[in-house]
């Protein structure tokens, strides 16, 4: 697979999004807009829509215009804004866009500073603000809940390749998403997911656990107390899929594993890197 730029992928997402009469703004912000951009930053992207709602019906289509879409995750949606994560065919798993689309910069004020990418010259139309759609069922879904996990693996390679202390909070999420769904397996599979675990609760599934599972828990959380940040890692994302395609078999709904396919092999060959280059 042919990887493209970062810069590459930042022209080619202005132009498509600025031929658009109801976008006002496109903005950066994060390392973009600190000057602080290296192998390992995304992109993050606020597109500011007059009409959000047809904005967003147009999204999908313009992404693909740049790239076929492999994979997103919906972080969150309401009536005012959105907020996603993309990863395009050809491009690095770094090179992730986190694209959050709303009708003015200032819903996004706490993410300042920014630095624009465009901004319109022509008066907005003369409609009224749109409202985005109900998205709680994409939200909701278990590939979405999946796609969370998977979107972790470059935030927690990248914190390795940096030396940023991240990556304890990157392993740390992985493995409370871990013991749910192990709890889950255990006791009763549930919709909406089960969120992370009281006390008593990891008691409860720490006393019930499987021989063979607590010989795999080993190697994320050892009782010696000293876990391989990386191998724990890589081992508890693996067993997420695994256990999300048998929650999606045994309740009888849709999972979408391909983008897992793209990113373990990924996440493998980054950790081997790492380790190479230490």
């Known amino acids: 697979m042919t990887c493209h730029s970062r810069s590459q992928l930042c022209g080619a997402l202005r132009e498509v999004f600025s031929s658009w009469p109801q976008v006002s703004g ?43 879409i492999v994979g997103s995750y919906l972080i969150h949606a309401d009536a005012a804004e959105l907020a996603q994560m993309f990863m395009l065919d050809g491009y690095s ?21 920014f630095r624009a990418l465009y901004v319109r010259s022509s008066p907005p139309a003369s409609h009224g603000i749109t409202t985005l759609p109900d998205l709680a069922s ?14 972790s693996i470059p935030r927690f390679t990248k ?8 990556m304890y909070r990157r392993w740390h999420g992985v493995a409370e998403i871990l013991a749910a769904l192990l709890y889950e397996s255990c006791f009763g599979w549930s919709m909406p997911a089960r969120g992370r675990l009281a006390p008593q609760e990891y008691k409860r599934l ?38 999300y395609q048998t929650k999606a078999a045994h309740m ?21 890197r790492f380790r190479q280059r230490s």
């Open 26 to 68: 496109i903005h950066v912000f994060g390392r973009d807009a600190e000057g602080l951009v290296d192998a390992y930053s995304d992109i993050d992207l606020v597109i500011c829509c007059d009409d959000p709602a047809r904005g967003y019906d147009q999204l999908h289509d313009g992404l693909a215009q740049v790239a076929p």
């Open 138 to 151: 994409v939200k909701n879904s278990l590939t979405n809940q999946l796609h969370d996990v998977l979107f």
């Open 252 to 272: 009888n709904l849709p999972l979408d594993t391909s983008l897992a396919d793209r990113l373990l092999p990924f996440l493998e060959q980054e950790i081997l």
């Open 159 to 166: 914190c390795l390749f940096r030396g940023e202390r991240d």
């Open 206 to 243: 720490f006393h019930h656990l499987l021989p063979s599972d607590a010989e795999q828990l080993d190697r994320i959380q050892p009782l010696d107390g000293r876990p391989d940040l990386c191998d724990g890692f890589v081992h508890a994302v693996q067993w997420i899929v695994r256990l």
């Open 93 to 113: 798993p770094y090179q992730k866009i986190d694209l959050s689309l709303v009708s003015r910069l200032e819903q996004k004020a706490v993410f300042a500073p």
